[in-house]
């Protein structure tokens, strides 16, 4: 059974940095693509970054050169690397395994930025 448990979240002032962290179980991990997402309350699950099996990156524009998305397939476990961090960014980040057709999701943790 593939699970997914993320951790790192956590409040941080504007400007600052945090690193998330997302361990998947199983052997599943070095096969697939990866994601990053969040929500916000009141808004829609947005993209953060993607990752794919093969190590290619894909950020969201609200992100782009601030955030970076890695993966160490030893650990089973995919980073997401939070720089210049702004009250914008305050959501649930959410961790995405694409095993098409089926989606895995993590709990989420929460980010919290403040001014």
């Known amino acids: 059974q593939v699970q997914l448990v993320e951790s790192g979240g956590g409040l941080v002032q504007a400007g600052g940095s945090l690193r998330l962290s997302c361990t998947v179980s199983g052997d599943i991990f070095s096969r697939v693509d990866m994601g990053w997402y969040r929500q916000a309350p009141g808004k829609q699950r947005e993209l953060v970054a993607t990752i794919t099996h093969g190590g290619i990156t894909n950020y969201g524009d609200s992100v782009k050169g601030r955030f970076t998305i890695s993966r160490d397939n030893a650990k089973n476990t995919v980073y997401l690397q939070m720089n210049s961090l702004k009250p914008e960014d305050t959501a649930v980040y959410l961790c995405?395994?694409?095993?098409?057709?089926?989606?895995?999701w993590g709990q989420g943790t929460q980010v919290t930025v403040s001014s």
């Open positions: 995405k395994l694409d095993a098409w057709p089926r989606d895995y």
